[in-house]
């Protein structure tokens, strides 16, 4: 297909829609002249200075994307730290918008390469993204971008049983895709991975959630026609740091495999066991590649058969950070994908290395009694901060080491600017962290008491009562951070809260999907001693879509989501007598439209509501895949009831 056709199925495609152009204003320059040269082919496109934003930014934001096909988001560090920015694509996603990325940043604040991270890493997994590094070839990166975007909004918007053909001159069959088999839920079973469907590209690249472990699987479906050789690729932080190059050669009927190292190929290994079905033309329509991660080696598997050689592990697994695909023809042999699926633990985080800007997941609210130590190594410079964060923008407790004015910052900010509601300046303490120790070392611990916040500098108690200024709870990660351009991390290791007792023996089911219609029961024993007991349906432990906790200390059952790794919006209900006194209770989750129908009764057939709430739905409730359960002092849930029919049972104890 040339371009001109492209043009005109995009124009086709979108309607009276737009494309709108999401940016953080220090790429205001760069995406002006993207916008200039997309009008220029005739798209309609929105970009807030040519007059999409008047009045209320809010509501000139949602008018640019509830009038979108399509948001290109241009991914940088400041993009990603933008509450503005992060709100604005969220609320495409929520929508359903089709999002194309494109790359403004080549590197870090801190001179390492740019990754997507965090929720703009969630919100662009496993989608190309386009290259706008730099304002050179423009043109050709316009047509790039446009192809991309009627590519990805013709799969997204074509109906079930009609085939797009995005290029010209070929007649190939549709690979089938394989049988998707329903799978039984079973008790702390995680899911095989997330599949992607794969843009008709010569070379993909598609990050993984996570480094891999041994145990991990990798698959790959595709269909061969023809073409000389076509690869699967394990690579680092770049292309001159392979793990694994599997390189699929049919017209010389082997297997190439090798790695890369510092740019330099090392030895190859060669298997021609399965590649010659191929001449018999067994797989020309279809063929699977499935890689397995053991000990000290990979695994490889063709359609099953595994083959003869094994290659071994050379440069550490973990390291791997992207799949990329490749084709030498350009004939879209690549058509799915399945990498590991993010790990959902029960264990306790306990003492971990510290990364700059990683952030670090709470795994549970804070709460009373809890407490966060985090340790370091004494350096001079601007200053760095440890962090205790809610969201992107909100700095619950910001602990903030300045050697060059000789003190320490404790502030607090919510939606405000800096200075915020603590701006305490401790030169003592800053004076015991800096030359307490001969060697430098340093270690900070945060109590959260009934009252207030008690705080350690090196064992040395803060003397100033520091009292709470923001919710204990809405606490959601942590994060440490250093001036831009600092070479050294001051930040050694730090250790956060163990979860309490979670719901070992009942533990974490697997499912397909949820549909509009769909009902799901628990049973459980009330406890009115016990301090608070909830339910999870989620995607991953960043995606929860809904969050049932009931509290009977407090008095109240809380409703809430998290999305990317934030806390929405509390939904609260006072708990009446009659399900605090009721014992045995049943609770219905009702899978609607726009909400979760959430009602408390005494029967299982729903005849005695004693509770009815309603959670709106801020992710979408098709992609959860597991519910999980957790009882922080004594058993309480007894019972499952999936939509389908299956049922989990559990005595108690």
């Known amino acids: 297909m040339d371009f001109s ?190 599949v992607i469907e794969l843009p008709d590209e010569s070379s993909i690249t598609i990050p993984l959630n996570q480094p891999l472990e041994p145990g991990d699987q990798i698959e790959v479906w595709g269909f061969y026609e023809y073409g000389e050789k076509f690869n699967f690729n394990l690579v680092g932080d770049s292309l001159n740091e392979v793990l694994i190059h599997f390189d699929i050669r049919p017209t010389q009927n082997v297997v190439v495999m090798n790695n890369k190292e510092n740019g330099v190929w090392q030895t190859e290994i060669r298997d021609s066991r399965v590649v010659r079905k191929f001449e018999r033309g067994e797989y020309d329509e279809n063929f699977h590649l499935l890689v397995k991660y053991e000990e000290d080696k990979l695994v490889f598997f063709m359609n099953g058969e595994q083959l003869r050689k094994t290659f071994p592990i050379r440069i550490p697994m973990r390291q791997g950070k992207n799949v990329v695909l490749r084709d030498q023809e350009d004939l879209g042999r690549w058509k799915k994908l399945r990498i590991p699926e993010p790990r959902v633990t029960q264990e306790s985080k306990g003492t971990s290395s510290v990364k700059l800007g990683e952030e670090m997941i709470l795994e549970q609210a804070l709460t009373v009694g809890d407490c966060i130590e985090v340790w370091g190594k004494y350096q001079g410079g601007d200053k760095y901060s440890f962090n205790i964060m809610r969201g992107k923008g909100d700095y619950l407790l910001h602990f903030d080491i300045r050697p060059q004015s000789g003190t320490i910052c404790l502030d607090s900010t919510l939606d405000t600017a800096w200075p915020g509601s603590l701006n305490l300046h401790l030169s003592d303490e800053f004076q015991q962290l800096a030359h307490g120790n001969a060697n430098g070392d340093f270690h900070i611990k945060v109590e959260f008491a009934e009252d207030n916040i008690e705080l350690y500098v090196n064992d040395m108690k803060v003397g100033d009562r520091i009292p709470y200024v923001f919710d204990l709870s809405a606490a959601t990660h942590v994060i440490c951070f250093v001036p831009p351009g600092s070479t050294q991390n001051p930040w050694k290791k730090i250790s956060l809260p163990k979860p309490r007792q979670m719901f070992q023996s009942f533990g974490t089911y697997e499912f397909e999907s949820f549909s509009i219609g769909d009902v799901v029961n628990f049973t459980g024993h009330f406890r009115k001693d016990v301090d608070a007991f909830a339910l999870n349906i989620m995607e991953d432990t960043k995606n929860i879509q809904l969050h049932v906790s009931i509290r009977p200390q407090e008095g109240v059952v809380v409703l809430n989501s998290m999305v990317g790794g934030g806390w929405g919006k509390e939904v609260r209900a006072a708990i009446p007598q009659s399900l605090a006194s009721c014992g045995v209770f049943d609770l219905f989750v009702l899978v609607g439209e726009k909400t979760f129908g959430i009602e408390f009764s005494k029967d299982e057939d729903n005849e005695n509501v004693l509770l009815e709430m309603k959670m709106p739905h801020r992710a979408d409730f098709t992609k959860a895949k597991f519910i999980s359960f957790r009882d922080v002092k004594d058993n309480v849930w007894t019972e499952l009831n999936m939509p389908d029919g299956t049922s989990y049972f559990r005595e108690i104890l």
Not at 9 to 26: F, N, P, T, V
Not at 40 to 51: A, K, Q, R
Not at 98 to 118: D, F, H, K, L
Not at 159 to 187: D, E, H, I, Y
């Open 5 to 194: 056709t492209v043009q005109e199925a995009l124009k086709d495609q979108m309607g009276d829609r737009h494309i709108m152009l999401s940016y953080q204003w220090d790429n205001q320059e760069l995406v002006a002249k993207v916008y200039d040269l997309i009008v220029e082919h005739g798209i309609n496109v929105w970009m807030d200075i040519h007059g999409g934003v008047t009045g209320n930014i809010n509501e000139a934001m949602a008018t640019g994307v509830e009038g979108s096909a399509i948001v290109c988001c241009f991914m940088t560090q400041k993009y990603e730290r933008s509450k503005n920015c992060s709100a604005e694509l969220n609320y495409a996603n929520d929508r359903g918008t089709t999002i194309v990325p494109c790359m403004a940043q080549n590197r870090t604040e801190e001179g390492n390469p740019y990754r997507a991270s965090g929720w703009l890493g969630i919100l662009t997994a496993g989608k190309l993204w386009i290259d706008f590094k730099s304002d050179e070839q423009l043109e050709m990166r316009i047509t790039q971008l446009l192809t991309e975007c009627c590519s990805r909004l013709c799969k997204s918007e074509t109906p079930v049983g009609k085939m797009v053909t995005l290029k010209s001159g070929m007649n190939k069959k549709k690979a089938p895709a394989p049988k998707k088999k329903k799978q039984r839920a079973v008790a702390g079973k995680m899911a095989t991975g997330t």
